[in-house]
């Protein structure tokens, strides 16, 4: 089966600017992930979908982080605007829904530089 | 508020040698625990969960609730053990029931 796929591998922004990610998840997974890994640390979620509805965002720093999924397939996350501590590689992760959350497939990341 | 903590940033042991990674958590319930493996220049996968009790590449990994503890380990490390190691714990209730990641120990097995 086709992996999780993430488009930009690699973004390199000013502060203040703008910037989104894509993900595509595995075909048939309904919960999908965004987490946040910062370098030395282990991945944290910010938002998990189930189909086209947010499931938790308690780690989403709205302000400034949005993220979508509209028709329950692929997402998008964004932020706006980026700060440096938002330097950072952004993982998409999807799942099977209830019991199965447990086994994620995560995609490449992308890794963001904020200078 | 769940907290899982990897001691060991770095951890080297020789190839044929025995290899423990720490795992330590924090859950006023009943967790779920796991590893997660991620190889150079691969994704972050699963490796295993507490549940099945099975040992995966020679992995094995005992959840020691007493001690809050959840270490993984092979009796013989192999050189294609070299990896970054995460464990993870989720918790047994909510709709979300997120899994915790820890900051992870990147293993490297010397020849």
């Known amino acids: 089966e086709a992996g999780v796929a993430q488009s930009p591998r690699y973004k390199i922004i000013e502060k203040r600017q703008s910037v989104a990610f894509w993900c595509n998840p595995i075909s048939g997974h309904a919960t999908l992930y965004w987490y946040q890994q910062i370098l030395g640390q282990g991945p944290k979620l910010l938002i998990q979908?189930?189909?086209?509805?947010?499931?938790?965002d308690s780690q989403l720093p709205k302000d400034r982080f949005s993220a979508e999924r509209l028709k329950g397939v692929d997402s998008t996350l964004k932020i706006q605007p980026a700060k440096l501590e938002d330097s950072a590689v952004y993982l998409c992760?999807?799942?099977?829904?209830?019991?199965?959350?447990?086994?994620?497939?995560f995609g490449p990341g992308t890794r963001l530089t904020v200078t | 508020a769940q907290r899982v903590t990897q001691p060991e940033k770095l951890l080297s042991v020789f190839k044929g040698a025995p290899v423990e990674l720490k795992c330590n958590y924090s859950?006023?319930?009943?967790?779920?625990l796991f590893w997660y493996v991620q190889y150079s220049r691969q994704r972050l996968q699963l490796l295993l969960r507490?549940?099945s009790r099975e040992s995966i590449k020679g992995f094995t990994a005992d959840l020691n609730k007493g001690e809050t503890s959840f270490h993984l380990k092979k009796p013989f490390a192999q050189e294609e053990d070299s990896a970054m190691y995460y464990c993870?714990?989720?918790?047994?209730?909510?709709?979300?029931?997120?899994?915790?990641f820890g900051s992870g120990t990147q293993l490297t097995v010397l020849p």
């Open positions: 859950y006023s319930g009943s967790p779920e």
């Open positions: 507490h549940i």
């Open positions: 992760a999807s799942s099977y829904s209830g019991q199965k959350t447990y086994e994620q497939y």
């Open positions: 993870a714990l989720r918790s047994s209730s909510g709709s979300a029931r997120q899994l915790t």
């Open positions: 979908f189930q189909n086209n509805g947010v499931v938790d």
